[in-house]
């Protein structure tokens, strides 16, 4: 906007534009270099003055990764201007290509007054519960290329609200579940509302 004497410049709140690869490595050998199979993304991160946060995920593939353990490198780069990016730190996983992982997923409800009859008044999403799986296959203990994942159908009501206190006696409940029928699992994992709890 021209005022005559001076000019003002609005901000110009346009995306920055991210892009990434990743370089998987065993030991100090590269073994693949892989493209965001999804990438350049455009993030928001402000609609005005405000500084703010804006999130997005690159995603790559690899077609059947190696037993070991693996170090995955991301590099970032963006093509907007006065943008710098920052590299995280190198992760590492195991993978065991010969071993199946058995899991067994709970669902926490905290039951105040210790009465099945009343319902329970905090209970994990099934959602949340379900995709359980897909944490354990991507970074779980292992990151396992074999998993069985069964959800216990029973949820298992508690008297402490996780939420303000632990519970060192819900480990010991969970260990006691390990062996349903012939099958004994390898871990169970007890979801609450929004973390976990879990006993190998």
């Known amino acids: 906007m021209n005022l005559g ?6 901000p110009s709140f346009s995306p920055v534009i991210v892009d990434g690869t990743l370089t998987v490595k065993q030991g100090a050998v590269t073994i693949a270099t892989l493209p965001a199979t999804n990438g350049p993304l455009a993030l928001t991160p402000w609609t005005s003055p405000v500084f703010d946060n804006a999130n997005g995920s ?11 353990t693996l170090t995955f490198e991301l590099s970032l780069t963006t093509s907007t201007p006065g943008v710098t990016v920052t590299n995280p730190a190198p992760a590492s996983r195991t993978f065991e290509h010969n071993q199946r992982l058995r899991i ?9 007054d210790n009465n099945p009859v009343t319902p329970p008044t905090k209970s994990p999403s099934a959602a949340m519960v379900a995709d359980g799986k897909d944490w354990f296959l991507k970074s779980g203990p292992l990151a396992p290329c074999k998993l069985q994942y069964w959800v216990n159908p029973t949820p298992l009501q508690i008297t402490t609200d996780l939420s303000i206190t632990s519970s060192g006696a ?26 976990s709890c879990w006993v190998w």
């Open 5 to 10: 004497f001076f000019t003002i410049h609005f």
């Open 58 to 68: 690159l995603n790559f593939a690899m077609t059947f990764p190696p037993s070991g």
């Open 104 to 112: 067994q997923a709970v669902k926490l409800e905290f039951d105040h």
């Open 170 to 195: 819900l480990l010991g409940t969970l260990a006691g579940m390990q062996v349903q029928g012939t099958t004994t699992y390898d871990n169970v994992f007890g979801w609450w509302q929004v973390c």
